[in-house]
């Protein structure tokens, strides 16, 4: 499905099946976004969102803070879509997956997929604040399915070998 309003690939993912938690978290992600790129329509802030789900006022600041770290240290650009967009990107669907991660305890597959992102520091530098919104949205009900349903497993399958790969060739 491709939106009117965006020139992007088709890539088969959209936002009209997922669950409450994952759209919320998307929700912020792409207004989180669009606030930067001062993009922001009149009316939305992303904090709305976490004050009016419970969430507490700390993970504003732990998303605030991931979500810093990710993009001052970024290796390369991170497709987040515009918010009205009902079409998903693989990072957006990456994202999703992090929080899922996380929330299941399953730290190294969050860092494998945050690490498509960041440096092995900019890792270690953000698993704090995302430990801390994933255990505040998971306090308030809002728990993302494991892996979100939305991510590619042999996706990331794939790209870990490569970075396996790519790291056992630097050694040799």
């Known amino acids: 499905m491709a939106c009117d309003e965006h020139d992007h690939p088709e890539d088969g993912l959209t936002i009209d099946r997922l669950a409450a938690p994952e759209l919320f978290c998307l929700t912020c992600l792409r207004l989180w976004v669009e606030e930067c790129l001062e993009r922001q329509r009149p009316g939305t802030d992303w904090r709305d969102g976490f004050a009016q789900a419970g969430i507490p006022s ?72 995302i430990s801390m919104l994933a255990g505040a949205l998971d306090a308030c009900s809002l728990r993302l399915p494991p892996m979100a349903k939305s991510v590619k497993a042999e996706t990331f399958q794939t790209n870990m070998l490569a970075r396996m790969d790519r790291g056992s060739q630097q050694i040799h």
């Open 58 to 129: 700390s993970s504003v600041h732990a998303f605030e803070m991931f979500m810093t770290i990710v993009s001052k240290t970024a290796l390369r650009p991170i497709d987040v879509r515009q918010s009205a967009c009902q079409c998903m990107s693989q990072d957006e669907a990456r994202f999703l997956g992090m929080i899922a991660a996380v929330q299941a305890g399953c730290f190294p597959m969050f860092q494998n997929l945050l690490g498509e992102w960041v440096p092995v520091t900019a890792i270690r530098a953000a698993t704090m604040p």
